[in-house]
């Protein structure tokens, strides 16, 4: 995403924190929720030069720093809005050049965006559009703003007051919030752009459709996805039912199918909440998982079991449809397959039953297709993600953007707020062009 490292490191070190995080800005919207939950070691800390001779420097503590200390000491910017003025130098516009004009020159009179969801790509989009002057309201089907930041990573990872503050700094921006309203159901994007005078939309829907094995037992209850796991805890307080409303089974013992870092994320929630055994069950080995090293010592420090090299061939469920076990299969691993992992096969004769009361899958998600279904003109692909220009988010609808996971499929909070960051350029600069052609066409 081309964070300016260096520069804001030094920053740092010459005791202008405050001046650091405006640096990063300039890129990177969210430092204080990067900063957490970025995968640093994979990103720019493997490239870090002092790497290998020793520890490489720790980037994402940083950048956590000094997002925070602007959080604590920096009020005044968040009134203003004013931390981050967009630089658009690494922007190219869709034919490949760079877009001419500096967009805090924009003159955006107050015209109407409509944004999509509320997941990092929105807010980006959101904030910068705002800074710009554009009147910018967000779309969200959930009752909750700040998408997977909220709803997914669990709270001892990424605390919500973070989001909030993020939420909160784009509300002083007079960025409009509308929750519970699913566009593409509640309001189309035709109504949006026809009947309701937004100029322009942005997709950042995400990718919050889950996947499931297709074996039998699937639907008995206590059988959930990861993400309906993590919503119910995280934003329902399921664990503490009935204080809350959403009634979810407590205590007994969980199995997580699957083995990367949203797995880890469930298996480690479902401790905190109080499972009395929490197992990851996964048909390859720990070298094939696709985890953060460290989240997967996090879990087995705090108690999770692994089951490597095991898939569940069904689940098994009581005459009142509640889950009571699952049968596995043990798995030898062969030769890589086109993923590059080794190519799990079942063993023979190697069936067992796991006694369980709760089973998670965690093997991935689909992109949200509401919006794709629902908007004549907008181009999705085989796998159901929107059709972007990757370097302006446009899609094949006029006026209409996208990005993030919506785009690509389960990727990462980084990818999404850059997606959102080029996108607010090519909304503003669409957006200026529009207005132009529409002052002439006045004109003549
Ligand atoms: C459990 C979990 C843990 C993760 N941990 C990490 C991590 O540690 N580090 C990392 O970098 N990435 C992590 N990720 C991935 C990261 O969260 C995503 O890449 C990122 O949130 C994608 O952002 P987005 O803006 O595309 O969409 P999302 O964050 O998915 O937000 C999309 C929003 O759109 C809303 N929406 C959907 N359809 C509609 C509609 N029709 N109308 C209105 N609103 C709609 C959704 O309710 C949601 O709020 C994790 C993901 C999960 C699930």
């Known amino acids: 995403m081309g964070v300016p490292i260096r520069d804001f490191i030094k920053l740092i070190a010459e005791g202008k924190p405050l001046e650091a995080v405006r640096r990063i800005k300039e890129v990177n919207s969210l430092p204080a929720v990067c900063g957490r939950v970025c995968p640093q070691e994979h990103q720019c800390e493997l490239h870090c030069v002092v790497n290998g001779k020793r520890e490489p420097v720790s980037i994402g503590a940083l950048e956590r720093f000094a997002a925070d200390y602007e959080l604590a000491h920096d009020s005044v910017a968040l009134i203003s809005g004013n931390t981050a003025p967009i630089s658009n130098g690494a922007t190219p516009s869709r034919n490949g050049s760079k877009p001419s004009h500096d967009l805090r020159d924009s003159k955006a009179d107050g015209q109407k965006v409509a944004v999509v969801g509320t997941g990092p790509a929105s807010l980006t989009v959101a904030g910068d559009l705002a800074r710009l002057g554009y009147q910018v309201t967000l779309f969200e089907a959930l009752h909750a703003s700040g998408g997977v930041l ?28 509308r929750n519970n309203i699913v566009i593409g159901k509640t309001i189309t994007i035709d109504q949006l752009m026809n009947e309701m005078g937004y100029g322009a939309v942005f997709v950042g829907s995400g990718a919050g459709s889950p996947k499931f094995m297709g074996i039998p037992g699937e639907n008995f209850k206590g059988v959930y996805s990861a993400n309906e796991f993590l919503t119910r805890v995280n934003l329902m307080r399921a664990n503490r039912f009935p204080e809350y409303d959403t009634p979810m089974k407590m205590g007994g013992r969980m199995a997580v199918i699957g083995a990367g870092d949203t797995a880890m994320d469930v298996v480690r929630t479902a401790i905190r909440v109080g499972a009395r055994e929490a197992s990851v069950v996964y048909r390859r080995s720990d070298k094939e998982m696709t985890a953060r090293i460290e989240d997967y010592r996090d879990a087995e420090e705090e108690g999770a079991v692994f089951e490597w090299q095991t898939n569940p061939v069904r689940i098994l469920g009581n005459e009142d449809g509640f889950v009571y076990a699952m049968e596995c299969v043990r798995m030898e691993l062969g030769e890589p397959d086109e993923s590059g992992r080794r190519r799990p096969t079942p063993i023979p004769d190697s069936l067992f039953i796991m006694e369980l009361d709760m089973v ?85």
């Open 150 to 177: 909220m709803y997914g990573i669990p709270e001892f990872r990424l605390p919500k007051t973070i989001v909030a503050a993020e939420i909160d700094k784009l509300k002083l921006q007079g960025v409009e919030l």
């Open 360 to 444: 998670v899958m965690a093997l991935g998600t689909n992109a949200n297709p509401t919006v794709g279904q629902s908007t004549p003109g907008l181009t999705t692909n085989v796998a159901g993600h929107i059709v972007v220009d990757p370097e302006t988010g446009a899609t094949t609808r006029r006026g209409v953007f996208a990005g993030g996971e919506v785009t690509t499929g389960s990727a990462t909070v980084i990818l999404a707020a850059g997606a959102g960051k080029r996108a607010a350029a090519a909304i503003d600069e669409y957006l200026r062009i529009e207005s132009r052609s529409t002052t002439v066409s006045a004109v003549q």
